[in-house]
């Protein structure tokens, strides 16, 4: 028999942005921040060594050649923003919500410019020598001449320079690297997002090409991040340093808009928001909070993308597996259904009538 969901309030976009409205804000401020960051100067004077008295390189890991760039870093940012984005898109196929594809979108949104702002603050204030350094720098210094400072002379600034202006400055911010940070931002959420829609680790054993799913954003971000390292844009710590930016961006991003990050029982749900500082009095209808508790009914926000496994039955709650349970709003005893414990929102483990004991038939549906 087909489930029978229970109707949302029709959408209103004039309270969804009074309600996001401060968040849109900050949002275009940050990017603004960002942008003006991105285009100073570089605000240390960075010394460098060139050469030993025998007229020998010290550091030939900053001379390779000026190559053209494999992946651009805003093909990286388009690549980083619509793949997530088209993701969450299709699954509106069956969420069916303006409000779900709006705020999942500005959760993308938010783990991309908090990274992005993260990391050009530390190019404009650390920064570091890119491996084409000294073909952009072209100094005017002959091998073996020693009149620098420092330990044996040999240190040198940006003032024996004869190269761009601007190519020196870009080679003097190569951490951490933009391309990886927004690289694995954008698709590290997308990641976590089809892990949640398509319960990849769940209470079932899914379908092969989901977990292919799951990980092909991860190899894209990976190729992404790789590909600098081919064409000297960066050097290895400076793609590592922007992947964990990235990475901690979207993680925080994801849970501040969903219930959870692993646990498959509420990880395809919104965090709800009824007020905010242009809509002080909590909207009608919708709840202050999250409960971690079994609704009354079922709405299509409550379930995800997928109907594989019990997810197609639609109509029973339990709890996880143990290391998944909260234990909020487990009523007595932490159970729900008969008995299953960490009792919330999530459907059974364990828990249909028509799949006791593991021997009932599995809806094989996507």
């Known amino acids: 028999m087909p489930v ?6 029709p959408f209103r976009f004039v309270s969804w942005l009074r309600l996001h409205g401060l968040d849109l804000i900050t949002m275009a401020a940050m990017g603004a921040i960002g942008l003006g960051v991105y285009q100073a100067d570089p605000a240390p004077s960075r ?3 060139l050469y030993f008295r025998d007229g020998e390189v010290v550091y030939p890991e900053f001379a390779y050649p000026l190559r053209k760039e494999i992946i651009p870093i805003y093909a990286a940012a388009l690549i980083a923003f619509f793949a997530p984005f088209l993701v969450v898109c299709i699954v509106q196929i069956r969420r069916r919500s303006i409000d779900d594809l709006l705020t999942t979108t500005m959760g993308i949104l938010k783990g991309l410019i908090t990274a992005a702002v993260f990391q050009v603050f530390l190019k404009w204030l650390i920064g570091g020598l890119r491996p084409h350094f000294y073909a952009v720098c072209k100094p005017n210094i002959d091998p073996g ?6 330990f044996e002379s040999i240190m040198y600034d940006r003032t024996v320079c004869t190269g761009d202006r601007d190519e020196i400055n870009d080679s003097l911010e190569s951490f951490p690297s933009g391309h990886s940070t927004a690289g694995w931002a954008g698709l590290f959420f997308m990641a976590l997002y089809i892990n949640a829609q398509l319960k990849v680790m769940s209470e079932h054993n899914p379908a092969y090409w989901k977990m292919i799913a799951t990980f092909a954003p ?19 710590y400076d793609v590592v340093a922007g992947a964990i930016i990235g990475i901690c961006c979207a993680t925080v991003a994801f849970r501040q808009t969903f219930a959870a990050v692993l646990d498959f029982r509420f990880n395809h749900i919104l965090l709800p928001r009824a007020s905010s500082v242009f809509l002080r009095h909590s909207t009608s209808g919708l709840a202050l909070s999250f409960g971690y508790a079994l609704p009354a009914e079922i709405s299509r926000l409550d379930m995800p993308f997928t109907r ?7 109509s029973r709650y339990t709890g996880g597996a143990p290391s998944d349970a909260t234990g909020l709003g487990a009523g007595s005893g932490g159970a729900f259904n008969g008995g299953h414990g960490g009792g919330a ?22």
């Open 47 to 49: 010394s460098f060594p």
């Open 4 to 9: 029978q969901y229970a109707v949302h309030p």
């Open 145 to 150: 001449t020693v009149s620098g400072v420092g």
């Open 308 to 314: 594989e496994g019990a997810w197609a039955l639609g």
């Open 345 to 366: 929102l999530g459907l059974a483990e364990a828990g249909n009538a028509g799949l006791k004991n593991g021997h009932g038939h599995h809806d094989r549906r996507i």
């Open 218 to 236: 991860l190899l894209g971000a990976t190729l992404i991040s790789g590909a600098l390292t081919i064409d000297e844009f960066h050097n290895w």
